[in-house]
């Protein structure tokens, strides 16, 4: 109980960084692929970062960065996407000084490669994998490398916690006082990503959810990179309890998504080989 108020008061100092402004959330949506774009910003230094940005809407999102007064640090990937190209690389061109980050386990191309523990600031907060937490600069200064998150009160940050199983490379961005949870494709409200393709393992993906993702407190927000559903957020009490596939046993999860018999994505062929180069680097027009 006493653990309980803690936190709550752990977390309220925390999303206020200890100086009254609270992190800056936009939740924007791509229908084609039916993707969610996060744009997550710091109110008082005003740097940014956008993760699971859409070639297509880049743009827009670059506007409305530009308008909001932000700047954008980082365009960061879940993992190497194969229903959609990744904005990452046009919004380095749209947005000079934006770096594209991607897992180092994806394979893919990008300005920095994350691993589980990494964590990635902005402003007062910042953004740590849940499995792989280590920045590495591939071609820049590694001006972000940070040792593992440090407990801190007033300090916000997202920890990478790698979620292996859609893809390999898959991880799950946790703001880091554990309040919102940005799960890609590992997890989707009362559902998952497949594991048909990109050496997918349902195995894998169900640990991953258990290990990673449902052992966040219970009122963590989550939000996927898709809904097909019209849904938008859901918590991980939510899924822990409601999610068809993921209160299964291990073995039963694994069965039904050995038959799912989904068609494949409309853009695959041509989204995963650009995505390994980290998408369209300039405009087109
Ligand atoms: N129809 C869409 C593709 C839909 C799809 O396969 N979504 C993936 C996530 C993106 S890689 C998925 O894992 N879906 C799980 C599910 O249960 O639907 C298209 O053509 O783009
Ligand atoms: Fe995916």
């Given at each position: 109980m006493a653990e309980a108020v803690l936190r709550v008061a752990r977390?309220?100092?925390?999303?206020?960084g200890g100086s009254g402004a609270p992190i800056l959330l936009r939740q924007m949506f791509e229908p084609v692929s039916c993707t969610f774009t996060y744009l997550l910003g710091d109110r008082e230094s005003r740097e940014?970062?956008?993760?699971?940005?859409?070639l297509e809407t880049a743009p827009r999102d670059a506007q409305l960065i530009k308008e909001l007064g932000l700047r954008l640090l980082y365009a960061v990937n879940t993992h190497c996407h194969a229903d959609h190209i990744t904005g990452s690389g046009l919004l380095r061109s749209l947005l000079p000084g934006c770096q594209?980050?991607?897992s180092r386990l994806s394979g893919a191309q990008a300005d920095l490669?994350?691993?589980?523990?990494?964590?990635?600031?902005?402003?007062?907060?910042?953004?740590?994998?849940?499995?792989?937490?280590?920045?590495?600069?591939?071609?820049?200064?590694?001006?972000?490398?940070?040792?593992?998150?440090?407990?801190v009160l007033g300090l916000q940050a997202l920890e990478t916690r790698a979620s292996p199983g859609h893809t390999p490379g898959c991880v799950t961005f946790v703001l880091n006082d554990h309040s919102m949870a940005f799960t890609g494709d590992a997890l989707l409200i009362r559902g998952c990503g497949r594991t048909d393709f990109q050496q997918g393992c349902a195995k894998t993906l169900y640990h991953s959810v258990h290990e990673k993702i449902f052992t966040l407190p219970g009122d963590c927000l989550i939000y996927p990179a898709h809904d097909y559903h019209g849904f938008t957020v859901s918590t991980v009490?939510?899924?822990?309890?409601?999610?068809?596939?993921?209160t299964l046993s291990c073995e039963e999860f694994v069965k039904i998504m050995g038959n799912l018999n989904?068609?494949?994505?409309?853009?695959?062929?041509?989204?995963?080989?650009?995505?390994?180069?980290?998408?369209?680097?300039t405009p087109t027009a």
């Open positions: 977390r309220q100092l925390s999303q206020r940014a970062v956008l993760i699971d940005p859409v594209s980050v991607i490669h994350i691993e589980d523990g990494d964590s990635i600031r902005f402003g007062r907060f910042r953004l740590s994998l849940a499995v792989l937490l280590r920045l590495v600069s591939n071609s820049r200064p590694q001006a972000t490398l940070l040792p593992r998150p440090p407990k009490e939510e899924e822990r309890t409601l999610n068809p596939r993921l989904l068609p494949k994505p409309q853009q695959i062929d041509f989204a995963v080989p650009a995505n390994m180069r980290c998408g369209v680097q």
